[in-house]
T-cell receptor, first 112, second 114 residues
């Protein structure tokens, strides 16, 4: 069965510190991979995507993610977190353009 | 381009009533998706359309739920005889085949069933 796991439900970091959010997936073949961010009461905003090719992808707001086939992972990183990054982050694979399968999300809190 | 638009943003209804939500996708997008998100969870897929054809439905979509996209543009999601368990955020997304089907989401409709 296809699944995606975000092991960290909550993460708290200090403003200016680095961030890594973990995502592991289980699919028959390498899916397309996405990270979305959701602010309270809002819809989902696409941060970045991976289809193929270069395994380090850049996204908006200074985020990047690295695809590691051997680990079935697609972790999200940011070198220096800003208070406005506090939100919920979702990893979501899909099979060539069909439905997204969302992880449970990681809630990020930023300490001043 | 104004993005994906959903209406209403909030809906409060009494148990047993019918409700209908509308989604207007990004104009050139041929695919439209509905998801449901309950508090503290990630969104779950409900159904999707390619143009006016409904191609896939989740088992979450009970017979009280129906979705349409009559002219391949906007879509409606109707819930009949609402139950308290239907309380959730209903999210709509649209995508375009030629862009690898990257899904862009609307702000959602939050349903509260009393």
């Amino acid at each position: 069965a296809q699944s995606v796991t975000q092991p960290d439900i909550h993460i708290t970091v200090s403003e200016g510190a680095s961030l890594e959010l973990r995502c592991n997936y289980s699919y028959g073949a390498t899916p397309y991979l996405f990270w979305y961010v959701q602010s309270p009461g809002q819809g989902l905003q696409l941060l970045l995507k991976y289809f193929s090719g270069d395994t380090l992808v850049q996204g908006i707001k200074g985020f990047e993610a690295e695809f590691k086939r051997s680990q079935s992972s697609f972790n999200l990183r940011k070198p220096s977190v800003h208070w406005s990054d506090a939100a919920e982050y979702f990893c979501a694979p899909n099979n060539a353009g069909n439905m997204l399968t969302f992880g449970g999300g990681t809630r990020l809190m930023v300490k001043p | 381009d104004t993005g994906v638009s959903q209406d209403p943003r909030h809906k409060i209804t009494k148990r047993g009533q019918n409700v209908t939500f509308r989604c207007d996708p990004i104009s050139e997008h041929n695919r439209l998706y509905w998801y449901r998100q309950t508090l503290g969870q990630g969104p779950e897929f409900l159904t999707y359309f390619q143009n006016e054809a409904q191609l896939e439905k989740s088992r979450l979509l009970s017979d009280r739920f129906s979705a349409e996209r009559p002219k391949g543009s906007f879509s409606t999601l109707e819930i009949q005889r609402t139950e308290q368990g239907d309380s959730a955020m209903y999210l709509c997304a649209s995508s375009w085949d030629a862009e690898g089907n990257i899904q862009y989401f609307g702000a959602g409709t939050r349903l509260s069933v009393l």
